[in-house]
Structures are given as structure tokens and as C-alpha cells.
């Protein structure tokens, strides 16, 4: 994933804080969600740290990659887990008790999911699973 950021601050291991705009899954097209996106989702940023080999310094836009197979495992486990359990809870307790119990088992069965989507993301930072890097200055405008 290509993206553009802003240079926050610099580090002292050769590395760089910015300021990511947060992607919505619609690209910000609005038009294609029927007007779901919110101003406050679209102006968010991020901070991250990115590996800095070209030497950006702060108040630089700079272009930032990022691993697209990991974000895509991230994206995964905390969208589609809490739904495949939910629905594997819901419907195991409807057939084998009753449908009120399959939506009691269906709402477990999206919090676990919602705890291991959690879980695997403090595992993920820790690990540095997502990395990001500066790959060019962009030119002054």
C-alpha cells in the first residue's frame, strides 16, 4: 500500500514519525457508501513509525509503503472473525437449543471475536508485524 504522509518528528535509531490519513474502505468516495463516510473518519490521521533511508525531515510530505499482505491479514481477523463466530454461534445454538439461545450464543460468539481481533493486534505492534517506509520526498509545492 502506497500513501502519502507528513513527517511528524525524527527519531534517534534512523527512523521517523508521520502522520498517516486513516484509509476508509470506500477510498473516501462517498458516493459509493451512499453518504455512510463521516468528516471526522475522513480528515483522521494516524501516527506511525517508518523506516526513514532517504532522509525526510520534519514538515516533509513524504510517500510511505507499507506491507499490503499484512495489513490484508489484519483486515481479516477484525472484520471478518467477530461475524464468522457471531453467525457460527447463532446458528449452533438455534439448532441445538432455540433461537433465543442462538442469539444469546451468536453475541459470545462476536465478543470473543471482538477479543481476538484485539489480541492480535497488540501482537501484531509488538512484533512490528505492519511495517512502514519512506520511499520519496514529495516535491514542495
Not at 507528513?6 to 476508509?24: C, F, I, P, W, Y
Not at 442462538?102 to 471475536?113: C, E, K, P
Not at 497488540?122 to 512502514?132: A, M, V, W, Y
Amino acid at each position: 500500500m502506497v500513501q502519502t504522509a507528513k513527517v511528524t518528528k525524527l527519531l534517534t535509531d534512523g527512523r521517523a514519525e508521520v502522520a498517516v490519513r486513516r484509509q476508509s474502505a470506500c477510498g473516501h468516495d462517498c458516493s459509493k457508501c451512499g453518504g455512510g463516510c463521516s468528516e471526522m473518519m475522513v480528515s483522521s490521521t494516524v501516527a506511525v513509525i517508518a523506516d526513514n533511508p532517504v532522509q525526510a525531515m520534519p514538515g516533509d510530505s513524504v510517500t510511505v509503503e507499507s506491507s499490503t499482505k499484512s495489513i490484508l491479514g489484519a483486515a481479516i481477523v477484525v472484520y471478518l472473525v467477530p461475524f464468522a463466530l457471531f453467525f457460527l454461534g447463532y446458528f449452533l445454538g438455534a439448532s441445538m437449543i432455540s433461537e433465543g439461545m442462538g442469539a444469546a450464543f451468536g453475541g459470545i460468539g462476536f465478543a470473543v471475536g471482538v477479543l481476538l481481533a484485539i489480541l492480535a493486534d497488540r501482537r501484531l505492534r509488538r512484533k512490528r508485524g505492519i511495517t512502514f517506509r519512506i520511499t520519496a520526498i514529495e516535491p514542495g509545492v
